[in-house]
């Protein structure tokens, strides 16, 4: 790296010029670095590329991990009657042997699991700007975008109605001793 420019000022430079087309970038990067060489200037864009990817490999991950989340769920109808409900097959697939409905159903049953569903299902009843309606689907009323997820919800309810959470609590606490 040459005495006159440091590491991170190129890759500052590599970060606001990634996108650009590569001829006019390094026309740029001469004219802003003289004396600059393509290794130096190949070295801040490996840097950029490489968290480029971090970036993206932690977008990525919590999606991909759902989608798989999601085709467990949908296997879990393979085989069944039109209608059956979520519950329905995974106590059927777990019956046969299916170690991921196994697995569902011990950590639906966890005190921990049971609390947490009790305390949204409460905060989404007593939560002004949430409706459930006939067809049984919770519905936001506020702002589209703006409704809180469910640990915002729940630390809501906790606030708002502190003894109704504690009593929940309570129960769950106490049906697991």
């Known amino acids: 790296m040459s005495d006159n420019y440091k590491r991170r000022d190129l890759v500052a430079f590599a970060r606001e010029h990634i996108w650009t087309e590569p001829n006019d ?8 670095f003289p004396g600059l060489s393509t290794e130096e200037l190949q070295c801040a864009f490996e840097v950029v590329e490489f968290e480029n990817d971090e970036r993206h490999r932690e977008y990525i991950e919590p999606h991909t991990r ?3 989340q999601i085709e467990q769920m ?3 109808f393979e085989g069944l009657p039109d209608g059956s409900t979520f519950d329905e097959a995974v106590n059927t697939k777990a019956a ?3 170690l991921w409905a196994i697995g569902y159903l ?7 699991r049971r609390t ?3 305390l949204v299902d409460a905060a989404y009843a007593a939560h002004p700007q949430f409706e459930t309606r006939d067809d049984g689907v919770i519905y936001w009323l506020g702002d589209e975008g703006n409704d809180p997820s469910e640990a915002a919800l729940i630390d809501w ?7 109704e959470a504690r009593e929940i609590e309570r129960k769950i606490e106490e049906e697991t001793t």
């Open 25 to 32: 970038m390094i026309t740029n990067a001469q004219r802003r």
């Open 66 to 68: 759902e989608v798989a």
């Open 74 to 76: 949908r296997r879990m």
């Open 96 to 98: 046969q042997g299916d």
């Open 106 to 112: 011990a950590f639906e049953k966890t005190p921990a």
């Open 116 to 118: 947490y569903c009790a």
């Open 157 to 163: 309810f906790q606030k708002n109605y502190p003894a």
